[in-house]
């Protein structure tokens, strides 16, 4: 069963969808979409975790909240 979050600031709001076999959907607002395959996925959480996880880690801005959503609600603009 997929899985629906939110993913927002004071700026900018992401749906990210993951469904069962790993793979995600990230959709802006304006409802541009980028797939990513579920080893595409593994690469991005690398990346950021590994090469861009420290300028995230210094960074105190708490202001980035992210919430599970219901299906319906991913599908609002």
């Known amino acids: 069963m997929p899985k629906y979050f939110k993913v927002y600031d004071s700026n900018e709001v992401l749906f990210i969808t993951i469904d069962d076999s790993g793979a995600v959907i990230i959709k802006d607002k304006a409802g541009k979409k980028i797939f990513l395959s579920r080893y595409?996925?593994?690469?991005?959480?690398?990346?950021?975790d590994n090469l861009f996880g420290d300028k995230f880690k210094k960074?105190?801005?708490?202001?980035?909240?992210?919430?599970?959503?219901?299906?319906?609600e991913s599908n609002k603009k």
Request: net charge negative.
């Open 59 to 72: 960074s105190s801005d708490s202001s980035i909240h992210i919430e599970e959503i219901s299906e319906n």
């Open 40 to 48: 595409q996925a593994k690469l991005m959480r690398f990346s950021i």
